[in-house]
Structures are given as structure tokens and as C-alpha cells.
């Protein structure tokens, strides 16, 4: 079977040495879309190493710090881990913040798969993973669930219940995104070099009129969008962040969010104004102190 899942969960967990300069935060900023306008103090501070508040750094970054393109994705390389990339996809993303990041530093991630499950059609590999500054402490910790079509069926459980959707009224915040067309060009240059998102004609293999864009480039904007309009600007408040990574979304295309304020935290979901609302990100939920 190409999941051998008790080889898989009995790997020992992988350390990966991580580093990242300024310039690799500023450019995973303005892949986001920061620096719009180009003179607005709270753009810069995403963006140029000079703001006299420092350069921020919102806490997605760490998931692609060091340029791998994802810390925590070495699930692919695990023993008893044998499929077909064009079966897997990036179904959800959590993580907590212990310390903000800083702008430059050298890290280590330790990561490990925590669970296998069995949804029938499919299977969903948990993996865990935790940067850990130079001293040992941790920064922040991440899980991602990656889908793998048709390896379900071997026996094992379900995993966890799906969470309850976004309150039943009206959000409290609307927001609409504007994303360019060369935005996925751009945040490839995070690490992230799936031909999905570049490639015309692997996009129309995988059935896409045409490249589409990173999800957690869509998530990081999320964040982003929060941070600046309900956090004052200041990403060193987020503690945690969390989404589920529902449909595709385009490059050009306007990313509709709708905000509400809970009393757990700021629930959100994304859409694709342009296609009737077409669901994006779901279960999504960012809390602050």
C-alpha cells in the first residue's frame, strides 16, 4: 500500500535547519500584496528594514521561512509515505505563536507526522512541526493536513469531527482583496516551485482553465487583511491563526472576506467575488491578545 501508516507515525521526528534574512521576510510580504500604497507607514513596516517601528512579521511567515517552501512539509519524504503528488492537497493550516518572529534568525524545525486518517475515499496525514529559535525555545508551532485521493480504506479512523461553521448572521467587517495576475509568480519565490501555479499546462492537467494561486498565500493576505484592519498593525498580537483550505482561487481575482467578531477570537471565511462567492478558505480563525 503506498501508506504504510504504522511505519509513517513510528518515524522519528525530522530537524531542519532554517534561516531567513530580512530581505526573505520582505519579499513573502510583498507577495502577499503589501506595500500598497507605497508611501503608507503601515505598508512599510512590512516592507522597508527602516519603519521606526522595525520590520513586522506576520506569523505565516514561519511557515515558509528559510525558502523550503512550507517548514513541516517533509511528509513526502517519510518512510511508508509512497504516492502520487498529483493526488495530495493542502487541506488545512494551524499555528500558534509562542514568540513573534523575528526579522532575521536561525531556527530549527522539528517535525513529525501525529496521525493518519481514514475518510474512505481518501486519506489525511497530520503532521506536526515546531521552530525552535538558536536557544531552543519555540517560536512557533504549525499542523497541516495534506489529502492524498484514494488512499483511504485501510481501517483506520475517521479523525476529529469537522468545526462549526462562522456565526449565523451577519459578519462584522466585509473586505474585498484585490490580488494581481503575476501574484502566484511572485510567491513562488517563497520556496514553493509546484508547477501548478506557474504552468499553464499543469494546470489544465489538473483541470484549471489556468494557474492558481497558493493557498497559503491566500491565507497569509487573510491574516494580513486582520491584522491591519482590526489589530492596529501589529502582527507581534496574533497568537494563533488556523484555516481550511476549501476551494481554488485565481491570481487577478478579488478575495472576499467576511470577519466576526467572537468572543473566541475572529472567525472568518474567504470567498471568489467573481465566481458567486465560490468558497476559498473556510474554518478559518485568528486569535490576539
Keep these: 500500500m503506498p501508506i504504510d501508516v504504522g511505519k509513517v507515525l513510528s518515524a522519528p521526528p525530522v530537524r531542519t535547519d532554517v534561516v531567513w534574512s530580512e ?5 513573502y510580504h510583498l507577495a502577499l500584496g503589501a506595500g ?22 506576520l506569523p505565516t511567515f514561519g511557515v515558509v521561512a528559510g525558502g523550503t517552501g ?15 503528488l498529483a ?12 514568540h513573534p518572529l523575528p526579522a532575521a534568525a536561525r531556527a530549527t524545525a ?5 496521525a493518519v486518517y481514514d475518510k474512505g475515499g481518501a486519506a489525511v496525514i ?11 525555545e519555540p517560536l512557533i508551532s504549525q499542523r497541516n493536513e495534506i ?19 462562522p456565526p449565523d448572521r451577519e459578519p462584522d467587517l466585509l473586505l474585498d482583496i484585490p490580488t494581481l495576475r503575476q501574484q502566484a509568480l511572485l510567491y513562488r519565490l517563497t520556496g514553493d516551485w509546484n508547477p501548478l501555479h506557474a504552468d499553464p499546462g499543469a494546470a489544465h492537467r489538473a483541470g484549471y482553465d489556468r494557474p492558481i494561486l497558493h493557498g497559503l498565500c491566500s491565507f497569509g493576505m487573510v491574516v494580513k487583511a486582520v491584522t491591519d484592519r482590526l489589530l492596529d498593525g501589529d502582527a507581534s498580537a496574533i497568537t494563533s491563526c488556523r484555516t481550511r483550505f476549501a476551494g481554488v482561487f485565481f491570481p487577478g481575482e478579488r478575495l472576499r472576506l467576511r470577519i466576526w467578531d467572537t468572543p473566541d477570537g475572529y472567525r472568518l471565511t474567504a470567498t471568489a467575488a467573481e465566481r458567486a462567492d ?8 485568528l486569535t490576539a491578545r
Design 278 to 285: 465560490a468558497p476559498v478558505l473556510t474554518d478559518a480563525r
Design 70 to 84: 512550507g517548514v513541516g512539509f517533509q511528509v513526502f519524504d517519510l518512510p511508508g509515505v509512497d504516492v502520487d
Design 36 to 57: 500598497v500604497p507605497e508611501t503608507d507607514p503601515s505598508e512599510l513596516r512590512y516592507v522597508f528594514e527602516g519603519h521606526p517601528r522595525g520590520l513586522q512579521v
Design 126 to 136: 497530520v503532521q506536526d512541526s515546531t521552530l525552535l529559535d538558536a536557544g531552543g
Design 87 to 98: 493526488k495530495a492537497l493542502h487541506g488545512g493550516q494551524e499555528i500558534t505563536v509562542h
Design 23 to 27: 530581505r526573505d521576510v520582505r519579499l
Design 110 to 114: 522539528v517535525t513529525g507526522v501525529s
Design 147 to 165: 489529502f492524498v485521493h484514494g488512499e483511504g480504506g485501510f481501517g483506520g479512523t475517521r479523525g476529529p469531527a469537522r468545526r462549526p461553521g
